[in-house]
């Protein structure tokens, strides 16, 4: 089974500039994860999305920050304008749509380490 | 709010020594803990998962502890090799809102 895919795996772009991330989840995996991890930190949650919806983007900086995920399959992650603190590691996660009781794990992908200069 | 922490920040052995790594979360409604593995500038690397029923799980020279009462995790490394040289994180899933609460990991280093 492939496993989630990201692309590009690395990326420096100068501040003001703008980027995109991309992400294809584990084929049948209706959950999609963004995270953003600084070095030394652990990842935190930007966004999550259950199929094309989003369920929870509480912690995304909208003033800079945006994703989408067409027909509930892969997703973009974009940054416009980005700043010196962005920089960081943003890793990408899929899992079926939870159920109570029934074992519930993410899948992680490579990541995309970000530096903006 | 859950808060996950994780002692030592590193952690630097001498090869072949058996070896603990610490995870305390505040919050005990919890679905399950998971220990990952992190490489640098790799992704994550999914290591053992504890359902919150359970009190253990190992695989090969590892084994995790669950205490969810205390809110406790401890990660057993037997035996350590210089490829375990990583960090280590550990996340706990919320009942509430199945969203990954993470610690900001272990880094450690084992000497050959």
């Known amino acids: 089974e492939a496993g989630v895919a990201q692309s590009p795996r690395y990326k420096i772009i100068e501040k003001r500039q703008s980027v995109a991330f991309w992400c294809n989840p584990i084929s049948g995996h209706a959950t999609l994860y963004w995270y953003q991890q600084i070095l030394g930190q652990g990842p935190k949650l930007l966004i999550q999305?259950?199929?094309?919806?989003?369920?929870?983007d509480s912690q995304l900086p909208k003033d800079r920050f945006s994703a989408e995920r067409l027909k509930g399959v892969d997703s973009t992650l974009k940054i416009q304008p980005a700043k010196l603190e962005d920089s960081a590691v943003y890793l990408c996660?899929?899992?079926?749509?939870?159920?109570?009781?029934?074992?519930?794990?993410?899948?992680f992908g490579p990541g995309t380490r970000l530096t903006v200069t | 709010k859950q808060e996950v922490t994780q002692i030592p920040a590193a952690l630097s052995v001498p090869e072949g020594e058996n070896l603990v790594l610490n995870c305390s979360f505040t919050d005990s409604a919890i679905y399950n803990l998971q220990w990952f593995r992190q490489d640098p500038g790799k992704g994550l690397t999914s290591l053992l998962l504890?359902?919150?029923s359970q009190r253990e799980q190992t695989s090969g020279r590892l084994n995790a502890s669950l205490d969810k009462s205390s809110g406790r995790s401890t990660l057993y490394i037997a035996a350590s090799q210089p490829g375990d040289s990583a960090t280590y994180l550990c996340a706990v899933l919320m009942d509430s809102n199945y969203q990954l609460i993470w610690g900001a990991g272990t880094k450690l280093i084992i000497k050959p």
């Open positions: 999305f259950q199929n094309n919806g989003v369920v929870d």
């Open positions: 996660a899929s899992s079926l749509v939870r159920s109570w009781g029934q074992p519930y794990e993410q899948y």
């Open positions: 504890i359902q919150s």
